[in-house]
């Protein structure tokens, strides 16, 4: 039980890290088409907004639920308290 445990927590921390990589670029490429400003600027941010944003945002989903997943299963909610 622990090594699915370990297993879920490896691919919850992989999901998470990719999500946030990916919110960053989204953020930057936002950032550019600010800049750019006109039609160029505008394209980038529709560009970005439909070509990398869903998958994004389907993975930061799917990390959720495997952090669900990690607190039904070890039995633990990291952020409560409890006499440890």
Same mark, same amino acid.
């Given at each position: 039980m622990e090594k699915i445990l370990e297993l879920l927590r490896r691919v919850f921390s992989l999901f998470i890290l990719l999500s946030l990589l990916g919110g960053s670029l989204v953020f930057l490429l936002f950032v550019i088409a600010l800049i750019l400003g006109g039609d160029r600027g505008g394209f980038?941010? $529709?560009f970005a907004a439909k070509t990398f944003m869903p998958y994004f945002i389907r993975l930061a989903a799917l990390a959720m639920v495997v952090g669900l997943i $990690?607190?039904?299963v070890s039995g633990k909610h990291l952020l409560s308290l409890s006499d440890e």
């Open positions: 980038l941010a $529709v $990690v607190i039904y």
